[in-house]
């Protein structure tokens, strides 16, 4: 089966180096002009289904991508939401630094192992994203002869749950998929069959929409 992740746009959080994961940041300019990016990109795909988290700041994007496709319906699931940041969300680096100096650095240094204050473990989110992938697998291999393995799956979600994704399809750790930069808006194709994935493709428009 083909899956497609695109991670949300560019938002005023990233810009101003915010610390989030489950709050909402608006998408800057940038972010808006590459909604339609993707939307194009993705508009000639014949799509199986699309899920997205049901932060704003991916629905969004997954309904854009989803009026490109007639009676495609976005499916939205808790277990793709971003890594909880806990005690840090919506702050700044600095503000971090004065309110919970104890903490801060422990989890920049090690971000993702490191447990904040009510943050997530990295471990914690591949979980809640694998249960995801294996149960629409499982629905895609029940619907047998009858389904269109050939027709992609799209995931509209964000860094660390993307990267949950693939540490579970390419059965990796965290300090791999350092590796692989995943910016606004990119979009990952991935070929995942009897248990092997292959990174097909990595598109974003970082460089395209100024």
Do not use: C
């Given at each position: 089966?083909?899956?497609?992740?695109?991670?949300?746009?560019?938002?005023?959080?990233?810009?101003h180096?915010i610390?989030?994961?489950?709050?909402?940041?608006?998408?800057?300019e940038k972010g808006?002009?590459?909604?339609?990016?993707v939307r194009?990109?993705?508009?000639?795909?014949e799509?199986s289904?699309?899920?997205?988290s049901p932060?704003e700041?991916?629905?969004?994007?997954a309904?854009?991508?989803?009026?490109?496709?007639?009676?495609?319906?976005?499916q939205?699931?808790e277990?793709?939401k971003?890594?909880?940041?806990?005690?840090?969300?919506?702050?700044?680096?600095?503000?971090?630094?004065?309110?919970h100096?104890?903490?801060l650095?422990?989890?920049?240094?090690?971000f993702?192992?490191y447990?904040?204050p009510?943050?997530?473990?990295f471990s914690e989110?591949?979980?809640?994203?694998?249960d995801?992938?294996?149960?629409?697998?499982?629905?895609?291999e029940?619907?047998?002869e009858?389904?269109?393995?050939?027709?992609?799956?799209?995931?509209v979600?964000h860094?660390?749950?993307i990267?949950g994704?693939?540490?579970?399809?390419?059965?990796?750790?965290?300090?791999?998929?350092?590796?692989i930069?995943?910016?606004p808006?990119?979009?990952?194709?991935?070929?995942?069959r009897?248990?092997f994935?292959?990174?097909?493709?990595?598109?974003?428009?970082?460089?395209?929409?100024?």
């Open positions: 089966m083909k899956w497609i992740f695109v991670r949300h746009p560019e938002t005023e959080a990233l810009v180096r610390i989030y994961g489950q709050t909402h940041s608006p998408y800057t808006k002009k590459s909604v339609n990016w194009s990109e993705l508009a000639s795909e799509i289904a699309i899920y997205s932060m700041r991916t629905k969004t994007l309904d854009a991508i989803a009026s490109a496709h007639r009676g495609l319906r976005v939205t699931d277990r793709i971003e890594m909880g940041v806990g005690i840090f969300e919506q702050m700044t680096v600095p503000e971090a630094e004065a309110a100096p104890e903490h650095r422990p989890f920049l240094d090690d993702g192992n447990r904040a009510g943050s997530e473990l989110v591949k979980s809640r994203v694998s995801f992938l294996k149960e629409v697998i499982r629905r895609e029940e619907k047998g009858e389904g269109y393995p050939e027709r992609p799956i799209i995931v979600s860094s660390m749950a990267r994704a693939l540490a579970y399809l390419f059965d990796a750790g965290l300090s791999d998929l350092w590796h930069r995943i910016q808006a990119a979009i990952i194709r991935v070929q995942y009897d248990g994935a292959i990174l097909e493709g990595l598109r974003d428009p970082h460089d395209i929409i100024v």
